[in-house]
DNA sequence: TCAAATTTACTTATAGGTCAGTAAGTTGAT
DNA sequence: ATCAACTTACTGACCTATAAGTAAATTTGA
């Protein structure tokens, strides 16, 4: 939250050749967010310790303290550096438009099957954020929220239909879904569910349905 | 509040009574079991307290530590004690056979949309169990491991496939996934998801796929 | 030398588990 | 039927970890 970076402005010559201190404390601090990831996926936020993130930062439990104020903001701030790594991933980035987004999607699953501890981080903190009063709640209604009219959105320009179409957001809600779902399987046994073949099929299945059946869904539904 | 046992004197020359002590003691393991639900489903195992258990139960948490000996047995009992409740439950229960298996599967979900304490119970639990050690790993393996089984067998039979083809088996991750996975995004945003509506027409879907497409899958995997 | 970075040393909570003791049964021999 | 011997179901006090947060001292770098 509080953006207590006070410090001066940024000298622009920040090169890599000059550690000042403060380009020091930036990587310092990306130390401890990495740190964060791997010690809040494996454990979970409740369980983690901060002095496990510390030392796996080579610091003390204080240290981390004194450059994120407290555990839950550490948390979010973890989260945060996870997303901007996860667009600086990608070369296009930002926004991927239309039907790439959707082979992103899939690569970013076969990307995920060569690092659990990614899968996991999100995957145990997602699913904890729905315990009361979890810090990180909103990040996790945000997103999921985002995603969706996101993928709706896509869908909708690949398959010629409307996004606002119950049948695509509710296309979109069953993507993610799926995706957040096998990963809880895969962590539980990693050769019980080939991930991306499962994902790329239904994505095929679902683009294949939603341009063949073009304007309006094939069955009336009684109830409504 | 703590010792109102004193009050009915239970006649204890009355044919059929509860010839043992036990028959209360069970009653106050289900107390306990109930209140464990409720504390580990809202504040996930790690938070849960025993203590809030033990209130919730009417006792102090060194009577819960009587009954179940640790905080994990008590986990693991809970988790067996929903099994047998939820198979309770269902009249015909035990194993329900071919295509009632997949409405009884779609009764619950709509079902679960009334009872968010349970489903978040199941949520939260099975994705913190993915934390290294922690106490409810085999019995979420497990129970993943049987369901995809049984849905298989039960898709097999439904459609006249083999269950032990990939694409069969596939499905039947999926289906799970796509189950678990809204369960999160209903937690977090009940307006979001309409779990029934949406799981209810991906197995009409996936069913009539199966059953249409009989012997072999449609189209030539390229890569592979 | 000044300020940021970081440590050391605590404080304060929380929480699981142990233990001795007690009240209420239960059992068995008389 | 009664009473001693024993068991069960607890409680309350206590112990021990663990963990977050704080404050003051110390180091480090420009």
Chains 1, 2 share one sequence.
């Not at 303290?65 to 990608?90: C, I, P, T």
């Amino acid at each position: 939250m509080a953006t207590d970076t006070s410090a001066s402005a940024p000298p622009e010559h920040d090169a890599i050749r000059k550690p000042k201190p403060q380009a020091r404390t930036l990587q310092r601090r990306e130390d401890v967010l990495r740190a964060a990831m791997s010690v809040f996926g494996q454990r979970g936020y409740n369980k983690g310790a901060l002095v496990e993130v510390a030392e796996q930062a080579g610091m003390t439990h204080a240290g981390v303290l004194h450059h994120f104020g407290s555990k839950e903001a550490l948390l979010v701030a973890m989260l945060q550096y996870r997303d901007g790594e996860e667009a600086a991933g990608v070369p296009g980035r930002a926004q991927t438009e239309g039907p790439a987004f959707l082979g992103h999607m899939l690569d970013t699953v076969e990307e995920n099957t060569g690092r659990p501890g990614v899968v996991q981080t999100y995957t145990v903190l997602s699913a904890e954020s729905v315990t009361e009063g979890h810090p990180a709640q909103g990040y996790f209604r945000d997103r999921l929220d985002g995603l969706r009219d996101k993928i709706a959105g896509v869908l909708a320009e690949v398959t010629g239909r409307d996004a606002d179409e119950s049948e695509v957001r509710d296309d979109a809600s069953a993507l993610i879904a799926l995706m957040d779902g096998l990963q809880v399987q895969w962590l539980l046994d990693r050769d019980a569910v080939d991930m991306p073949r499962i994902v790329e099929k239904v994505m095929d299945e679902l683009v294949d349905r939603l341009t063949t059946r073009h304007p309006a869904p094939p069955f009336p539904r009684p109830q409504d």
